[in-house]
């Protein structure tokens, strides 16, 4: 955990132009928390704070703290404190992410209020983009990192009693050779040798990842058997790709989400990174193969920098289940096979209310432009609006703000993200003389009139929400986007359980000459997994089979188990799935004759 710490005469902060907290003199303190940080750091910072001398006694310098001088504490969170500088350019990759660093953030102004006073306390607005002003009271400032802290101290064990030796079973050397401690015995009084503790460590997976047992892998596995039906009967073919990429090939591809990648130490001069996703990879693969058309699904591990947040399926290492369609073919039509296969994906697993939202990206630049965003800020601000689905307008509106993007051009895009509906909106919209002034906007409407005519076509009309706030942020998207949201069992606090969109442009980043258009989609199977498991568990013991015989060969009488082995050995040759009992079972007396 890091702070910088301002001595300040006065202190505000402004959230896009409005007041959120102030403070007279007192300390301003910017905090960053890292993924690493717990209560512990917290409360080193907490008591380090209270306790700085820097504030003096009449004449006397440097002797009372803000406590002891009855001032106030205004604390803003500052991720990018928590950086690390790689050439010139600094990554933010230690920060904590947000859904775990804001009550963190919470609990360390609770604690400055629990150990000072709370009316004493300010704080910002976590999340938004804020302008903190600040008078110094004189050239003071403070950076703190907390130290690498001593683990918990363990218990000592108790002293013997006198006159009495305690002695234990002999240190051995670490080779697992001869003995450290002699065992004779020793004719000091009151000597106690004491058996150094085994050295600790955490059995348990890295933070974000976990193992799977039975049950779980067999739901799992059916999970994985129904998706990869839908895929077949759709024509796709699979392939794979390597878990790492060159770092290269992974890079200036994510937008802002390419701070979540992880990346590799320098393996005998390559830089890699393992992959974020199979879109990228899959781009690289038709490059580098020449590949101008194919169908194609892909089930692998995928890893992310992120903050886990397990209760809702959000994990560092989990599976995605891809399918792309890559090569011409006739405007939407491979667009509306693929939210065809989505929804023929969340049927076949019972999840009976999903909607599937759908955007264009043209028309997103069109509505930015219509709405005076300067073009070098599309992307960004595109990425604020991905945000949605989780945040407030008003939130999102003051993170754009924040951006540099003019007040009044966030309020015009306020005005259209807030519509959603069918068909009937894209009437509405080719209405709007100034949305239709930009070219982009039209030919985005135009593509989206005809995806939802061939969504009636294929029956999935009824599943489809066309939604002016659907962004997705990643940058390679250039035509349709969509997003596959459960609306019933388990869909709260879950999220989308599907994705994707048109990305013509990606394949041609690795090779000019070899432009093939994409569109696909991707399956978050574990949000989806996390439901189905609870099903299971709430089906009770044997509802999903963990193994798959269906036979049992045993036998009630001794002497048996060579027989029962051939018995075995015959039915395994068939392929019919068998175990064997081999321990013998219990039977009645009257066997035994």
Not at 121 to 149: H, R, W
Not at 251 to 257: H, I, L, P, R, V
Request: proline fraction near 5%; charged fraction near 25%.
């Amino acid at each position: 955990m890091k702070a910088i710490v301002q001595r300040v005469s006065a202190a505000k902060v402004l959230v896009g132009g409005k007041l959120v907290s102030s403070i007279g003199r007192g300390l301003c303190v910017l905090l960053g928390i890292s993924h690493e940080d717990t209560s512990r750091e917290s409360d080193w910072m907490v008591k380090k704070l209270l306790n700085l001398r820097l504030f003096e006694d009449g004449d006397k310098p440097w002797t009372k703290s803000v406590m002891d001088s009855g001032l106030e504490i205004l604390c803003v969170s500052q991720f990018t404190l928590c950086y690390v500088l790689k050439g010139n350019k600094p990554d933010f990759h230690n920060a904590m992410m947000g859904d775990l660093s804001k009550p963190m953030y919470e609990q360390f102004l609770s604690q400055l209020g629990q150990q000072y006073k709370p009316e004493a306390i300010k704080g910002g607005t976590f999340g938004a983009y804020m302008n903190v002003v600040i008078e110094n009271d004189g050239p003071v400032t403070i950076p703190l990192d907390t130290p690498t802290l001593p683990p918990p101290k363990e218990r000592k064990p108790q002293n013997p009693p006198k006159n009495k030796m305690a002695v234990e079973e002999p240190l051995v050397a670490a080779s697992g050779g001869a003995s450290v401690i002699d065992q004779q015995p020793v004719a000091a009084a009151n000597v106690a040798i004491v058996k150094e503790p085994a050295q600790k460590f955490a059995l348990k997976p890295p933070k974000g990842m976990r193992d799977h047992n039975p049950l779980q892998m067999a739901v799992r596995e059916q999970l994985f058997s129904k998706i990869q039906a839908v895929f077949k009967r759709h024509g796709a073919v699979t392939i794979d790709t390597p878990v790492a990429e060159l770092r290269e090939t992974l890079s200036g591809k994510y937008g802002e989400d390419s701070k979540l990648i992880f990346d590799l130490e320098d393996q005998g001069g390559e830089l890699l990174s393992l992959r974020y996703d199979l879109t990228v990879p899959f781009a690289r693969y038709l490059a580098m193969n020449k590949i101008k058309q194919i169908k194609r699904y892909h089930i692998a591990r995928v890893y992310r920098r992120d903050q886990p947040y397990m209760t809702r399926g959000r994990y560092r290492e989990f599976y995605q289940c891809d399918f792309d369609i890559a090569g011409d073919y006739d405007l939407m039509i491979p667009d509306v096979e693929c939210l065809k296969i989505i929804s023929e994906i969340l049927t076949d697993l019972d999840m009976k209310k999903f909607v599937i939202k759908v955007n264009h990206r043209q028309l997103l630049d069109g509505m930015f432009a219509a709405c005076n965003v300067p073009l070098e800020k599309f992307r960004t601000i595109c990425s604020s609006v991905d945000k949605l689905d989780k945040t407030e307008w008003e939130e999102v509106k003051a993170e754009m703000i924040g951006k540099g993007l003019a007040e009044a051009a966030a309020d015009k895009i306020g005005k259209y993200v807030q519509l959603s509906g069918d068909i009937g909106l894209i009437d509405q919209l080719e209405q709007d003389a100034i949305l239709t002034a930009q070219k982009d906007a039209v030919e985005g409407l135009e593509a989206m009139k005809l995806l939802l005519k061939y969504c009636s076509i294929l029956g999935i009309n009824d599943k489809v929400s066309f939604d002016l706030s659907l962004a997705r942020g990643l940058d390679y998207y250039t035509g349709l986007i969509f997003e596959a949201v459960l609306t019933g069992e388990g869909g709260d606090g879950v999220g989308s359980v599907s994705g994707g969109g048109r990305y013509d442009g990606l394949v041609g980043m690795f090779s000019p000459k070899g432009m093939v258009p994409c569109v696909g989609l991707s399956i978050g199977i574990e949000r989806i997994f996390s439901i189905l498991e609870n099903r299971a568990k709430a089906l009770g013991s044997g509802a999903v089979r963990t193994i798959a015989t269906k036979i049992l060969v045993s036998s009630g009488q001794k002497n048996l188990l060579e027989e029962r082995m051939k018995v075995c050995n015959m039915l395994w040759n068939a392929g019919i799935p068998v175990s064997l009992n081999s321990s013998i079972i219990m039977y009645p007396a009257w066997l035994t004759d």
